[in-house]
C-alpha cells in the first residue's frame, strides 16, 4: 500500500474546489499551533520590513525540513505521540498526519503571501511612493493580519478588539495601502458577525443575503471602465480577436456572456460594430451580426440592446439582438439559435469566475456545453490572481497584495481627494474584496484563478488555446489610452497580461474547439 504522507499530497495542490469544506474547518487549527509565525508578536513597532523578509526567508529554508520531521514522526502521531518527544505536534494527538500536512502548508501560503506584499510595500519604498511614515503601514499590515488569523481561530474577542483599532486606521480618505485596508476591514467584520462558537459544526454560517445593485455601484463600474485600463483591456484584445475569426464571413454571430457585468451602453459591441461597418474591398461589411447575450436582468440587457440598435442603424449594419435568461450554470447549447452558415465566437469578461464552485466539475459542465456550439473563437477574459484557494489566510493575503497594486495605480491616476476614486473603490472593487473576505459556499462568487489554472479548466473541457499575437498592438493602445506610467503588458505562454508594476491584474486567452 501507498505511504500515507504520498497519498495525502495530490489534494495539496490539485483543484481545490474538491476539498474546501475540510480545508476550512482547519483554519483555526493551522494558526494555533503555529510554533514560528506569530504577526502579532511584532506589533510593538520595531520590526522592520528587512526583518520580516529575513524572517520569512528563513522559514522557507526550514519548510522541506519541516515536512521530513512529519514524515519521520509519523507513526508517533498514529499512536498517539507517547514517545515523550516535545515536539509541538504531539500536543494534538488526535489529528492525523494529513492534518499536519494541511497545517504547515497553510502557515508556508501565509508565510510567502507576507513576503510578496512586504516586497511590494518595499518597493514602493526605494521609488518614494511610500506614503506611511515611522512604519505605520507596516503595523497596519500586522494588524490586518493578526486580525485575520483571529478570525480563522475564531478567537472573537481578540479579533473584535484588533477590529475596533484597525477602525481609527485603516481611512477611506487616507493612503493607498490604508484604504485598502478599509475595505479588508469591512470584510473581517462581515465574515466575524458570521462566525460559529468553537465546537460547532463548520466555520462559516450559510449567507443568504444577495446584493441588490444600486445607482452607486453602477455609477462606479461606469467609472473603472472609464478610469482604468483594465476592462477597456479586454474588450480590445476581445474585438480584435473577434474581427480576425470574422474575417471574410458574411454571417457573423457573438455569444456574450454577462455583457461585461451589465455595463451600459455596450462600450464593446459599439466598438466592434463600427469595425465591421468599416470592412472594405473583399472584406465587406457583413451582410448580418447577431450578439445573443446570457444573463439575468433582462430588462438592463434589452436596454443595452436597443441602443446597440440604434447604433447598428447609423452605420447601415443588418444587427439582431437576443437575450437568453439564464444563469450560466442552466445554459444549454440548445437555448442558442445557431443558424446555417453563421461563424460563432464566444465572449466572456471577467464572467465565468462566477461559476467556479467548490463541487467538482461545476464550471467545467457549463464549458462543456458551451463546447456543443462549436464556436470558431472562445475569448476569455479573468483577473489574473488567486482569490480560489483553499485555506483563507493565504487567500487573504493573496487578495490584500492584489488590491494593493490596483489602489496603489488609482493613486497614481487621480487626486487624493477626488471622489471618483472614492466611488470606484468603495462602490465596486470593495465589494469584490468582502465577497472574496467574508463568504463561503455558493455566496463567495469572486473566485478569480491564474492564468495557468484556466488553461487547465479550458483544456478539460476541449478547448485548445490559440495564441494572441498582437503585443505591439496591445501596446500601442496603451499608449494611446494614455493612463498613467506603471501598467505593463506581457505576453505569457500566448495570453496577454495587463498589470500594474510588474503585478499581474488581468489577462486576456483564445481557445478553440479541439
Not at 515523550?84 to 502557515?107: C, E, K, M, V
Not at 477590529?163 to 481611512?171: F, H, I, K, Q
Request: aromatic content about 8%; charged content about 25%.
Amino acid at each position: 500500500m501507498e505511504p500515507a504522507h504520498l497519498r495525502c499530497r495530490p489534494g495539496l495542490y490539485g483543484d481545490d474546489e474538491n476539498y474546501e469544506g475540510e480545508a476550512l474547518d482547519l483554519n483555526f487549527l493551522a494558526i494555533a499551533c503555529h510554533p514560528f509565525f506569530n504577526v502579532a508578536t511584532a506589533e510593538n513597532g520595531s520590526c522592520t520590513l528587512s526583518d520580516i523578509l529575513d524572517e520569512t526567508k528563513s522559514h522557507k529554508r526550514l519548510k522541506l525540513t519541516l515536512l521530513a520531521d512529519d514524515s519521520s514522526e509519523s507513526s508517533s502521531l498514529y499512536s498517539g505521540g507517547n514517545n515523550g518527544s516535545s515536539s509541538s505536534l504531539n500536543t494534538l494527538p488526535r489529528l492525523q498526519f494529513r492534518d499536519h500536512i494541511w497545517a504547515y502548508t497553510q502557515r508556508y501560503l501565509a508565510i510567502e503571501a507576507m513576503e510578496e506584499a512586504a516586497l511590494s510595500m518595499m518597493g514602493a519604498e526605494e521609488t518614494g511612493v511610500k506614503e506611511e511614515g515611522n512604519g505605520d503601514g507596516m503595523k497596519l499590515v500586522q494588524q490586518l493580519i493578526a486580525c485575520a488569523e483571529a478570525v480563522a481561530c475564531r478567537d472573537k474577542v481578540h479579533a473584535s478588539a484588533l477590529l475596533s483599532e484597525l477602525r481609527g486606521n485603516a481611512l477611506v480618505f487616507g493612503t493607498s495601502f490604508q484604504r485598502v485596508a478599509s475595505c479588508f476591514v469591512q470584510g473581517l467584520s462581515d465574515r466575524l458577525a458570521q462566525v460559529q462558537p468553537l465546537g460547532a459544526v463548520g466555520v462559516i454560517g450559510p449567507m443568504t443575503k444577495t446584493m441588490d445593485i444600486t445607482s452607486e455601484m453602477d455609477e462606479a463600474l461606469s467609472l473603472v471602465y472609464e478610469i482604468c485600463p483594465q476592462i477597456q483591456f479586454g474588450h480590445f484584445i476581445a474585438n480584435a480577436s473577434i474581427m480576425e475569426a470574422f474575417e471574410g464571413e458574411s454571417l457573423v454571430h457573438v455569444v456574450d456572456l454577462g455583457m461585461t457585468l451589465g455595463l451600459p451602453h455596450g462600450h464593446q459591441w459599439r466598438s466592434l460594430m463600427d469595425s465591421l461597418a468599416n470592412r472594405s474591398g473583399n472584406n465587406k461589411p457583413p451582410n448580418r451580426f447577431r450578439i445573443t447575450c446570457v444573463g439575468n436582468n433582462i430588462e438592463r440587457l434589452l436596454a443595452i440592446g436597443e441602443q446597440l440598435d440604434s447604433h447598428a442603424k447609423s452605420l447601415y449594419l443588418k444587427f439582431e439582438f437576443l437575450v437568453v435568461e439564464k444563469s450560466l450554470e442552466s445554459l444549454q447549447a440548445k437555448d442558442i439559435r445557431v443558424e446555417d452558415g453563421e461563424v460563432l465566437v464566444i465572449n466572456s469578461i471577467l464572467q465565468l469566475h462566477c461559476v467556479v464552485k467548490e463541487s467538482r466539475g461545476a464550471l467545467n459542465s457549463v464549458l462543456q456545453r458551451l463546447h456543443e456550439l462549436s464556436p470558431k473563437v472562445f475569448v476569455l477574459v479573468e483577473q489574473d490572481s488567486s482569490h480560489n484557494g483553499p485555506f483563507f489566510l493565504g487567500r487573504f493575503m493573496e487578495a490584500l497584495h492584489y488590491y494593493s497594486a490596483i489602489f496603489d495605480s488609482l493613486d497614481a491616476m487621480l487626486p487624493k481627494y477626488d471622489t471618483r476614486r472614492a466611488k470606484m473603490e468603495q462602490f465596486f472593487f470593495a465589494e469584490e474584496i468582502k465577497n472574496i473576505v467574508s463568504c463561503e459556499g455558493p455566496a463567495r462568487v469572486e473566485r478569480h484563478e491564474r492564468v495557468d489554472q484556466w488553461r487547465r479548466r479550458m483544456s478539460r473541457a476541449g478547448f485548445q488555446p490559440v495564441a494572441i499575437k498582437m503585443i505591439m498592438q496591445a501596446k500601442q493602445w496603451l499608449k494611446k489610452v494614455k493612463v498613467c506610467e506603471g501598467y505593463t503588458i506581457v505576453e505569457e505562454k500566448g495570453c496577454l497580461v495587463l498589470g500594474w508594476k510588474s503585478k499581474p491584474i488581468i489577462a486576456a486567452s483564445c481557445w478553440k474547439c479541439s
